[in-house]
């Protein structure tokens, strides 16, 4: 059973940069898909990074050039550095890990991977 566990949330001012992690233990997701999510009041979990167990990256057009995806396997870590926030990035943020080591995968991940997010402000 994979246990997710999300940190490095706060409050950030507009422009600000955070850097989120998630460590996994359970087991190794060496070989799987890793990807960061992310859901604002009222609104569905999104997916909005994402990294393939061979390094190629996904990013949803919102984040895309701000914030960055990279994963350590030997510490089963997955980070998000993100830079340039904006008041639109404020939402918790998951991680969680893919079927498969295709981004394709994260898509729909397993509903009973999920942790407690990491909550992210980002004032004007």
């Known amino acids: 059973q994979v246990q997710l566990v999300e940190s490095g949330g706060g409050l950030v001012q507009a422009g600000g940069s955070l850097r989120l992690s998630c460590t996994a233990s359970?087991?190794?997701?060496?070989?799987?898909?890793m990807g960061w999510y992310r859901q604002a009041p009222g609104n569905q979990r999104d997916l909005v990074a994402g990294?393939?167990?061979?390094?190629?990256?996904y990013y949803a057009d919102s984040v895309k050039g701000r914030f960055t995806i990279s994963r350590d396997n030997a510490k089963s870590t997955v980070y998000l550095q993100m830079n340039s926030l904006k008041p639109e990035d404020t939402a918790v943020y998951y991680c969680?890990?893919?079927?498969?080591?295709?981004?394709?995968?994260?898509?729909?991940?397993?509903?009973?991977?999920w942790g407690q997010g990491t909550r992210v402000t980002v004032s004007s």
């Open positions: 969680n890990v893919g079927k498969t080591s295709s981004i394709a995968t994260l898509v729909r991940p397993r509903d009973d991977h």
């Open positions: 359970g087991s190794t997701f060496s070989g799987k898909a």
């Open positions: 990294i393939d167990s061979g390094g190629s990256r």
